[in-house]
């Protein structure tokens, strides 16, 4: 017998499933926000060197004390890293009138430009030039929180269930986000943002995999737009949050504000049957599985969900017992299926923040950016909704990632001074490449077992933060060769598309419930 016989007599997507998506929407939004915090929180505003030190200008106004103490840069702005050790008056004359005056580091500190934001990180502790290292760490210092928290939470989430597991994260997540908001210091910030980082991140693989297991096998492809969705609607709102709150304290506040609403409406929040049932808690899928049944009109069924017959879904495995991350290489098919998969979300993210970091020459401030990123992926989503049942979900990865690659490859080819053609190409390969995000997380749900699929999000969400700490280093790679970034990330979409290609298709297929249903291609067989 399969959970999915279950589900279609208690209705696989009614009132039930559709509170499930509504509650891990909830949640879900403040995910983008914290992914993309930096780009405003650590953003660098203009800046110079405080000049203070240099004494009493006289009459001389703002604008005329920074062309005598201030060298310029060849673009004509002023240094934002060096000052004259002397105050040059001949420049108020011909400011052009170059010489070899002597400049040293700024002495006292910098003067920043508000007019943008009230206050970032950068401001705070002065993160510029040769300190601004520290700046660019503290992204990856928040991504490899979320690499060890996607292990972390996909273990202990198969090990004692999503639902006290997503509470956990969304509790722990908030008060370190929260506390980081308040920091003192740059390590006390960078600290927090880690531990921020390592939790939000069980909202990510818990949320999904929960809204999964209580749908059909026809509603699945929708929770996984819905899931998508949740994402850019975070994206687009997010822009707008940050143009109104410029302080970087309560902007942090601000997007980690509605995991209060979260917390207080996980009382409603069912942990997963199939969980239960494959973990051998019977009593308690049983409760569940008639909530579901009595909420979505089907009570003529609840007679039908006895124990003795919910324990013939999982005959061939010993109930209760403990799976690990070993588990995923301990049989052949399965370290195969690690293998394929961990190699394709390490593709797809790459890819992914590759083009987003790399999308310059829109010619529109840095809110506007934001927001026309996040609604970029909504068309892209909404066509991968009606292409995994049109041509399945392997086709639509390797369709989407391939096209990735085209698009990379144009832009190798396309002349510099073509910009606004350049601009177009990049949009468009964000798009495909958000379709592919968005097309692998229900494909690899569906791939997995029940007993181990928290493990297998866990290790594919971990193989994807590293291609986005991978990601920053590729577009660094300009230096050896200006188009070699573009070569890298279009070689990654190309390999991505080919892994893609391996994978069984599990369009209109039951999701497989054990390890030996792996071994034995159980997940292979029709509904």
Same mark, same amino acid.
Request: aromatic share 12%; proline share 3%; with cysteine.
């Given at each position: 017998?399969?959970?999915?016989?279950?589900?279609?007599?208690?209705?696989?997507?009614?009132?039930?499933?559709?509170?499930?998506?509504?509650?891990?929407?909830?949640?879900?939004?403040?995910?983008?926000?914290?992914?993309?915090?930096?780009?405003?929180?650590?953003?660098?505003?203009?800046?110079?060197?405080?000049?203070?030190?240099?004494?009493?200008?006289?009459?001389?106004?703002?604008?005329?004390?920074?062309?005598?103490?201030?060298?310029?840069?060849?673009?004509?702005?002023?240094?934002?890293?060096?000052?004259?050790?002397?105050?040059?008056?001949?420049?108020?004359?011909?400011?052009?009138?170059?010489?070899?005056?002597?400049?040293?580091?700024?002495?006292?500190?910098?003067?920043?430009?508000?007019?943008?934001?009230?206050?970032?990180?950068?401001?705070?502790?002065?993160?510029?030039?040769?300190?601004?290292?520290?700046?660019?760490?503290?992204?990856?210092?928040?991504?490899?929180?979320?690499?060890?928290?996607?292990?972390?939470?996909?273990?202990?989430?198969?090990?004692?269930?999503?639902?006290?597991?997503?509470?956990?994260?969304?509790?722990?997540?908030?008060?370190?986000?929260?506390?980081?908001?308040?920091?003192?210091?740059?390590?006390? +910030?960078?600290?927090?943002?880690? !531990?921020?980082?390592?939790?939000?991140?069980? $909202? @990510?693989? &818990?949320?999904?995999? *929960?809204? /999964?297991?209580?749908?059909?096998?026809?509603?699945?492809?929708?929770?996984?737009?819905?899931?998508?969705?949740?994402?850019?609607?975070?994206?687009?709102? +997010?822009?707008?949050?940050?143009? !109104?709150?410029?302080?970087?304290?309560?902007? $942090? @506040?601000? &997007?980690?504000?509605? *995991?209060? /609403?979260?917390?207080?409406?996980?009382?409603?929040?069912?942990?997963?049957?199939?969980?239960?049932?494959?973990?051998?808690?019977?009593?308690?899928?049983?409760?569940?599985?008639?909530?579901?049944?009595?909420?979505?009109?089907?009570?003529?069924?609840?007679?039908?969900?006895?124990?003795?017959? /919910?324990?013939?879904?999982?005959?061939?495995?010993?109930?209760?017992?403990?799976?690990?991350?070993?588990?995923?290489?301990?049989?052949?098919?399965?370290?195969?299926?690690?293998?394929?998969?961990?190699?394709?979300?390490?593709?797809?993210?790459?890819?992914?923040?590759?083009?987003?970091?790399?999308?310059?020459?829109?010619?529109?401030?840095?809110?506007?950016?934001?927001?026309?990123?996040?609604?970029?992926?909504?068309?892209?989503?909404?066509?991968?909704?009606?292409?995994?049942?049109?041509?399945?979900?392997?086709?639509?990865?390797?369709?989407?990632?391939?096209?990735?690659?085209?698009?990379?490859?144009?832009?190798?080819?396309?002349?510099?001074?073509?910009?606004?053609?350049?601009?177009?190409?990049?949009?468009?390969?964000?798009?495909?490449?958000?379709?592919?995000?968005?097309?692998?997380?229900?494909?690899?749900?569906?791939?997995?077992?029940?007993?181990?699929?928290?493990?297998?999000?866990?290790?594919?969400?971990?193989?994807?933060?590293?291609?986005?700490?991978?990601?920053?280093?590729?577009?660094?790679?300009?230096?050896?060769?200006?188009?070699?970034?573009?070569?890298?990330?279009?070689?990654?979409?190309?390999?991505?598309?080919?892994?893609?290609?391996?994978?069984?298709?599990?369009?209109?297929?039951?999701?497989?419930?054990?390890?030996?249903?792996?071994?034995?291609?159980?997940?292979?067989?029709?509904?």
């Amino acid at each position: 017998m399969k959970f999915e016989n279950v589900l279609d007599d208690i209705n696989g997507f009614g009132k039930f499933q559709i509170m499930i998506i509504v509650l891990s929407f909830l949640g879900r939004f403040t995910l983008p926000c914290h992914f993309m915090l930096n780009n405003f929180v650590a953003a660098t505003p203009a800046h110079h060197c405080d000049i203070s030190s240099l004494g009493d200008f006289l009459n001389l106004s703002q604008a005329e004390r920074i062309i005598v103490s201030v060298p310029v840069e060849t673009d004509g702005s002023p240094s934002s890293c060096w000052m004259f050790a002397k105050p040059q008056y001949h420049l108020l004359l011909n400011s052009s009138d170059v010489i070899d005056a002597p400049t040293e580091p700024c002495q006292n500190g910098w003067v920043y430009d508000n007019t943008t934001f009230k206050s970032t990180i950068t401001s705070e502790w002065d993160l510029v030039c040769d300190r601004r290292g520290k700046n660019k760490a503290t992204t990856t210092i928040f991504f490899v929180g979320v690499m060890f928290g996607a292990i972390s939470f996909g273990s202990l989430s198969d090990r004692f269930g999503r639902r006290i597991m997503l509470l956990v994260s969304y509790v722990s997540s908030m008060l370190f986000a929260v506390a980081s908001a308040f920091s003192t210091t740059y390590v006390m +910030f960078a600290v927090l943002r880690f !531990f921020t980082g390592f939790c939000i991140t069980g $909202i @990510v693989i &818990v949320s999904v995999t *929960l809204s /999964l297991e209580w749908v059909d096998i026809e509603h699945r492809k929708l929770v996984g737009l819905i899931d998508g969705l949740s994402w850019s609607f975070g994206n687009i709102v +997010f822009s707008a949050i940050a143009y !109104f709150v410029t302080d970087w304290r309560w902007l $942090i @506040v601000s &997007v980690t504000s509605p *995991l209060i /609403l979260s917390i207080i409406t996980w009382r409603w929040m069912p942990d997963s049957a199939r969980w239960l049932i494959a973990s051998g808690k019977l009593e308690q899928a049983q409760m569940y599985l008639k909530k579901c049944a009595k909420m979505n009109r089907r009570e003529d069924f609840i007679h039908t969900l006895k124990e003795e017959t /919910l324990s013939t879904i999982v005959v061939r495995e010993t109930k209760g017992r403990t799976y690990t991350y070993l588990d995923l290489i301990r049989t052949p098919k399965m370290r195969k299926l690690a293998l394929q998969t961990g190699v394709l979300w390490f593709c797809v993210a790459t890819t992914f923040y590759g083009i987003s970091f790399n999308i310059t020459g829109l010619g529109i401030n840095m809110y506007l950016t934001q927001f026309t990123f996040g609604l970029i992926e909504v068309p892209s989503k909404v066509s991968v909704y009606f292409l995994l049942d049109k041509i399945g979900r392997r086709n639509t990865e390797m369709g989407a990632l391939l096209l990735v690659a085209l698009c990379l490859g144009i832009n190798i080819v396309i002349p510099k001074d073509m910009s606004v053609v350049r601009t177009v190409v990049a949009i468009v390969g964000k798009g495909f490449s958000s379709a592919s995000f968005g097309t692998v997380v229900l494909y690899s749900s569906e791939l997995y077992p029940t007993v181990v699929r928290q493990n297998g999000m866990g290790y594919n969400s971990f193989m994807a933060r590293l291609g986005v700490a991978v990601s920053p280093l590729i577009l660094l790679l300009d230096d050896v060769w200006k188009e070699l970034p573009q070569v890298v990330l279009c070689s990654t979409a190309v390999l991505g598309g080919l892994v893609a290609r391996t994978l069984a298709e599990t369009r209109n297929k039951c999701l497989p419930e054990t390890i030996e249903d792996i071994e034995e291609k159980k997940p292979h067989q029709n509904k």
